[in-house]
């Protein structure tokens, strides 16, 4: 350690590295942005819940009805996570690997989630399952109910995080090496065992990365579900729409604690999302 | 995103055809479904029907003005900030800088609602600058500027996020030389980075725009959900399903979703234009491209 004033230690480096200007103008927009939107109103909703004090937020947050609501958004963005995973792999493989006509349309329709708003996502899903909709024709006969039901909130939550499953797959699929493939084949690996042994190793971060981002956008998802899942407390109630039906009582203090336990769900994942996403990165090396 | 397949041959195998109608059903079910029958249903009693839903309802029209007005400003904060972070993170080392990297994404695993509900403790009337605001007759919350904040602060990862890669990957020397041709900083700007940037710029600002016109969870908390006051247009879609006025409804949301299906357009049109320019970056790149006089030296 040399013993240079302190307080020119971080400007000097700053100014050795580079000649170009705006490092104070830049940081000052950063920061007013990111301290002033993000930092502080987290901040100041954490301060809220912790005001409460253990018992107070215990009571508040950790109510029958608010459990249900945990294990309902838990359950059904898991589920949702899970299908999201697999479908988003078999659809990131196809069109990597397999040419066929519509390819590129296919490709391009893959981001329709995330352009369209996810109140018109509701709206059509649950006019579309429905007992007289399109699909709920066929399905509520046979004893399937894709609205007002768990599997309602499920298929919204499919739909609006399959596009993180497959964006985060496909390039790792299209870099894979293809010739390990072909030396396994011609070593005599089967077909699945070519996969199992050589290429699911090998995007398996990948896979995990689209999971953990899919479940952090379903966890948090609220637009689409409140067209579809008929808001049931105990039953089809997701924590964001407990959070929101607190607020219009004016249960600030309980709206405050539901969302500061949401708060910490989504934010283990990001962390989670960082720490594959440095694994994979490495991984790629 | 869009590569070349490798392996052409197993399309036409059983296994390959038994996959790509997995994708095709999968694609189709979830996302072409739904898509198509916001328009089916929203014209399913005439273009007469659904021009009036839109254009004879006061609180309709009200609601398009308003998404027009948020959607845009929310956008345009976030081009500025986007550009000055990106500046900030690809131009510059300074301490701090990898968590400040993971701030930027926070938004977007962060729920809206409880983003809307953070801002509603700091600008509510309860909450913390709620008397100094109500001193000043400055309403945010239940009025547009709570809508703008809100938006802004769900798509604020969008820009930062798309200009970030592009900028490392173009790096520094270009504006290093025009500085050390004494080309002042607004000048190395506009006619060095900017022109560098600017299908990332589009890019992100397009997925920024539709993100903020869509955007519900967030909005519906700061907004108190006023008709014909404070209701943006997705907001306006869940109210006539509310008040069962589905055909309405769907009228509206066929707006949304056109849209949505313009921005997909605009979005692999740039992605092209990207695709082309990051094949003459590494071009230039090449070995023996380097030997530039305008680099020559300058580099890290």
């Known amino acids: 350690m040399n013993k240079n004033p302190p307080t020119s230690i971080p400007t000097r480096r700053v100014r050795q590295r580079t000649v170009l200007p705006g490092f104070g103008l830049s940081a000052a927009i950063t920061s007013l942005m990111i301290v002033g939107l993000v930092v502080i109103p987290l901040a100041v909703l954490i301060l809220r819940a912790a005001s409460l004090g253990p018992a107070g937020f215990l009571a508040a947050a950790w109510t029958p009805r608010a459990r249900a609501a945990y294990a309902v958004s838990l359950g059904a963005s898991l589920a949702a996570a899970i299908i999201s995973s697999l479908l988003g792999l078999l659809v990131a493989w196809v069109l990597v690997r397999l040419e066929f006509p519509g390819r590129r349309i296919l490709d391009a329709l893959v981001d329709v989630p995330l352009a369209l708003p996810t109140a018109v996502a509701g709206l059509v899903y649950s006019t579309l399952y429905v007992e007289k909709g399109w699909l709920g024709q066929i399905l509520v006969p046979v004893g399937i109910k894709g609205a007002y039901s768990r599997l309602g909130i499920v298929l919204v939550l499919v739909f609006v995080s399959l596009p993180f499953a497959i964006r985060v797959v496909q390039p790792v699929i299209e870099s894979l090496d293809k010739d390990t493939e072909e030396a396994a084949r011609l070593l005599g690996a089967s077909k699945s065992q070519t996969f199992l042994r050589v290429v699911l190793p090998g995007i398996l971060p990948a896979v995990v990365t689209g999971f953990a981002l899919a479940l952090a956008r379903a966890l948090g998802e609220y637009g689409s579900v409140v067209f579809i899942s008929g808001n049931m407390p105990f039953k089809t109630e997701i924590a964001p729409v407990l959070i929101v039906s607190r607020l219009e009582e004016f249960a600030y203090a309980e709206a405050t604690a539901i969302a500061v336990v949401l708060l910490g769900m989504s934010l283990s994942m990001l962390i989670v999302v960082n720490v594959l996403q440095q694994r994979l990165a490495r991984n790629a090396q | ?300």
């Open chain 2, 1 to 300: 995103m869009t590569s070349k397949p490798r392996d052409a041959a197993t399309a036409t195998s059983p296994l390959g055809l038994l996959l790509i109608t997995g994708a095709v059903a999968t694609v189709g079910l979830l996302i072409v479904a739904p898509l198509a029958s916001v328009f089916v249903d929203a014209f399913s009693n005439g273009p007469r029907a659904w021009w009036e839903a839109l254009a004879h309802d006061p609180d309709t029209r009200h609601a398009i003005w308003l998404s027009l007005t948020v959607a845009p400003i929310a956008v345009l904060i976030n081009t500025i900030f986007g550009v000055a972070a990106a500046w900030l993170v690809a131009r510059f080392r300074f301490p701090g800088r990898s968590l400040l990297v993971s701030l930027f994404d926070v938004p977007f695993s962060v729920s809206p609602v409880v983003a809307g509900l953070a801002l509603v403790l700091i600008f509510g009337r309860q909450g913390l600058l709620g008397p100094t605001l109500a001193g000043l007759a400055v309403k945010v919350i239940f009025a547009w500027p709570g809508l703008v904040l809100a938006t802004t602060f769900v798509t604020l990862p969008l820009v930062v996020r798309e200009l970030i890669p592009v900028m490392e990957a173009i790096g520094p020397e270009e504006e290093m030389a025009a500085v050390s041709l004494g080309a002042n900083g607004w000048q190395v700007f506009w006619r060095v980075t900017l022109p560098n940037i600017r299908w990332a710029l589009l890019h992100g600002v397009v997925l920024a725009n539709a993100r903020a016109m869509g955007e519900f969870g967030a909005v519906y908390v700061v907004s108190g959900h006023i008709a014909g006051a404070t209701d943006t247009m997705p907001l306006r879609v869940e109210k006539l399903f509310q008040e069962y006025r589905t055909p309405a409804s769907m009228a509206v949301a066929s707006v949304l979703a056109a849209l949505a299906l313009l921005t997909l357009v605009a979005k692999v049109f740039i992605e092209r234009q990207l695709e082309t320019e990051s094949k003459e970056l590494e071009a230039a790149r090449a070995p023996g491209a380097d030997t530039d006089p305008t680099t020559g030296g300058l580099g890290p």
